[in-house]
């Protein structure tokens, strides 16, 4: 525990300096030790850790799988179909926005989705699912359908200063090709496996960072205008890229450029 | 005291409360400002495309940045880095996706760009207007084009546009 937090205290550090400078580029060799360095002692590890203390002391697996209403020895595979409709909730929704569900339900303050005990918890929950496939369903009910037709729609939208949309860098015609030297990542593809490998430890924001988040910051760098975490819109781009991978196995935390 | 209280309301928290507790924000609003007007044909303005140096360093400049708080190299006359309302000028970033000469760090999801004067414009297959059109608004020859719209969402203005021409269609050394 103390050797993974220094650890991660002096690489932010160097990354800080090395990387923001190369961003734009690809990765250097340099950036490509630091990456392997990274998958072999993920800062995250530690979020997933303090995430475990936070989630145990004010729920507990027990009263989530309560809530939420399935067996406690279920929860892997369920909560490998996330975002999914939960009945408590009478709608889709994000693994985070069940935790608030939880705590309100424990009688505990409710964590904003931006907060940093959100983000461990998060982070916590979801590696309870590590080795499960990612098993969505869109078409389990109505709410779904409609929800991964929105996703879509948000997806294709072209829009914000640059008129651009998701699509227009990550469809399937153009992955693999390069934007500024970076290669543009298939959602889909085994080797990115999105749904799969976020909540990941960022080294180019030396931090962990949420599936949403990260779409985020992509609409951040596009000039799109940034949708809310929790907003109707940003679940159902997640259940739209959730689904692109669906199967690939959940390996969070993950690590990413 | 305040773990007494909510242990008091816990007793009356019912699924509707649950619900209630859900951050769920409306993002409608802001993705209705956020759209981008439908594709427009435009006429290129008389003279836009020139051999005017300054027209081609300002074309230049737009092309190969990305904004002008990013930018290390001071703007050619005529082009600002921060707007008056102090946010940064964003530029092209065209070289994001082409390739063209002196290009550093490019990327290939636009064509190469290339001694564009010589293979499209000499050639007969492209023209200014063409030229003009296409970074103004893209969907317009292409309307599932991946390349950014320019002129429509008022990202540049015409002489921004024209100045980018001028610039692709110019001899290069």
Not at chain 1, 219 to 245: C, F, H, R, W
Not at chain 2, 47 to 66: K, T
Not at chain 2, 67 to 88: F, Q, R, S, W, Y
Request: glycine share 6%; charged share 25%.
């Amino acid at each position: 525990m103390r050797t993974l937090s220094i650890c991660a205290a002096l690489l932010s550090v160097a990354l800080c300096g090395a990387l923001n400078a190369e961003e734009k580029l690809s990765m250097s060799d340099a950036d490509k030790k630091m990456y392997a360095e990274l998958v072999d002692n993920n800062p995250a590890e530690m979020d997933v850790a303090e995430g475990e203390q936070l989630f145990s002391a004010a729920i507990g697996t027990e009263a989530y799988a309560k809530m939420v209403g399935v067996k406690e020895k279920d929860l892997p595979a369920y909560i490998a179909g996330f975002p999914r409709y939960v009945e408590a909730a009478k709608r889709v929704v994000t693994l985070s926005q069940t935790i608030q569900m939880a705590m309100a339900d424990r009688s505990q303050a409710v964590p904003k989705l931006e907060s940093k005990e959100m983000l461990k918890m998060t982070t916590y929950l979801k590696s309870l699912a590590n080795e499960q496939k990612t098993n969505i369903d869109v078409k389990a009910n109505k709410a779904m359908k409609e929800m991964m037709a929105l996703g879509q729609d948000v997806f294709e939208q072209r829009r914000g200063g640059r008129g651009l949309s998701c699509n227009s860098c990550h469809s399937a015609d153009i992955v693999g090709q390069r934007l500024r030297m970076q290669p543009l990542p298939d959602l889909g593809a085994s080797v990115t496996a999105a749904a799969g490998t976020w909540p990941a430890y960022r080294m180019t924001k030396s931090e962990t960072t949420l599936l949403d988040k990260r779409f985020q910051q992509c609409m951040d760098n596009a000039l799109l205008a940034k949708i809310p975490l929790g907003s109707k819109e940003m679940v159902a781009l997640e259940v739209y890229i959730t689904n692109k991978t669906k199967g690939n196995a959940i390996q969070v935390p993950g690590v990413k450029r | 005291m305040r773990k007494m209280i909510l242990l008091g309301i816990a007793t009356f928290l019912g699924a509707a409360d649950l619900q209630q507790v859900i951050e769920s924000p409306d993002a409608s609003a802001i993705l209705k400002k956020d759209a981008l007007p439908s594709a427009k044909t435009y006429v290129m303005p008389q003279g836009c495309i020139s051999d005017d140096p300054a027209a081609i360093a300002r074309g230049q400049y737009i092309f190969h940045n990305l904004n002008g708080k990013e930018t290390k190299e001071p703007a050619p006359e005529g082009l600002v880095k921060i707007l008056p309302d102090g946010k940064e000028k964003q530029y092209g970033n065209c070289v994001a996706c082409h390739n063209i000469e002196g290009a550093k760090g490019y990327g290939n999801i636009g064509p190469d760009l290339s001694n564009y004067k010589a293979l499209y414009m000499d050639s007969g297959v492209r023209n200014g207007t063409f030229v003009y059109q296409k970074i103004a608004d893209p969907r317009v020859d292409n309307p599932t084009s991946h390349m950014t719209v320019n002129l429509t969402n008022g990202l540049m203005n015409e002489r921004e546009v024209c100045d980018l021409a001028s610039y692709i269609v110019s001899v290069k050394k």
